[in-house]
Structure formats: C-alpha cells, structure tokens
C-alpha cells in the first residue's frame, strides 16, 4: 500500500511540475508575444513621425525639387527595407510551420492511424470469435426449437 501511495505521490509531484513548466512556457511566450507587439507599435509611431516631418519639411515654399526627389527616393528605399524584414519574418514563420506539420503533427496522425487499425484488428477478432459463435448458437437452438415443434413436444 506504501508503495502505491509513494507512485501516486510522486505522480501528482511530476504532474504539478510539468504543470508549473507549461505555465512558464506560457509566460515566456506572452512576453515575447508583447514585446513583438510593442515593438511594432513602436515602429508604426516612428513612420507617421517621419511621414508628417517630411510633408512639413516639403511643404515650406522655396524647398527645391531635386530635394524632393531625393526625400521620395529615400522614403522608397526605407519602404522596400521594411517590405524584405517582412519576407524574411514570412520565411522564418514558414520554416517553423513546416517544421511543426514535421515534427508534431506527422507523429499524432501516425499514432492515430496505428489506433485505428488496432481498432479495426479488434473489431475483426471481436467479430470471428465472438459475434459469429454467439450467432450460430442461436441458429442451432432455433432449430431445435423448430424441430420439437415440428415434433409435438413444444407447443406453438
């Protein structure tokens, strides 16, 4: 009994340490997950700064074109510098989605077909051994039932 109760003890240790890793996982992951939000918040802010900086500069008489065009080149370059941190992000977060479909989901559809075909041997051997013999049983009682009222031992 001691030693059922030292496994279920230690069981219930294992469980609550699992649980406590979960929750730090958790909170690692909402850390980070605010940290990225804050960040590109952070980001968009400094963009309409500079946007409204640039139309107040551009907007004073006497500015010349050729500083316009330079600001507009500029302003395209940053753009596409911010386009391809978007595709290298876009990467990344393919890359660990195939890495996840791989890794984690691939072994639970494995296991899970390996489960239903167990269930289908199951089922098979549950047929042939139990179902069928129970169902001949029944055939040769009736008949033997039919049989004595064919007789006249059984009454109709």
């Known amino acids: 009994m001691d030693d059922v109760d030292s496994t279920m003890q230690s069981a219930s240790a294992n469980y609550r340490g ?23 918040v952070a980001l968009v802010v400094i963009l309409i700064g500079l946007t409204v900086g640039a139309f107040l500069y551009l ?11 330079d600001i507009m080149i500029i302003f395209m370059a940053f753009e596409f ?3 391809g941190l978007a ?9 660990t989605l195939i890495n996840l479909i791989q890794n984690e989901i691939r072994p639970i ?10 269930m289908r041997g199951t089922a098979a051997f549950l047929s042939d051994n139990l179902v069928e013999p129970v169902i001949k049983i029944n055939e040769y009682l ?12 059984r009454k109709k």
Do not use: C, H, W
């Open 87 to 95: 595709m290298v992000i876009l990467i990344i977060q393919l890359a």
């Open 142 to 153: 009736y008949g033997l039932y039919r049989l004595f009222e064919l007789i006249g031992i």
């Open 59 to 69: 907007s004073n008489e006497g500015t010349p074109t050729e500083r316009i065009r």
């Open 81 to 83: 510098m911010i386009l």
């Open 109 to 118: 559809l494995e296991s899970t077909n390996e489960t239903a075909n167990t």
């Open 18 to 40: 699992l649980k406590e890793e979960s929750q730090n996982l958790s909170a690692d992951q909402t850390r980070r997950q605010r940290l990225v939000v804050i960040s590109l």
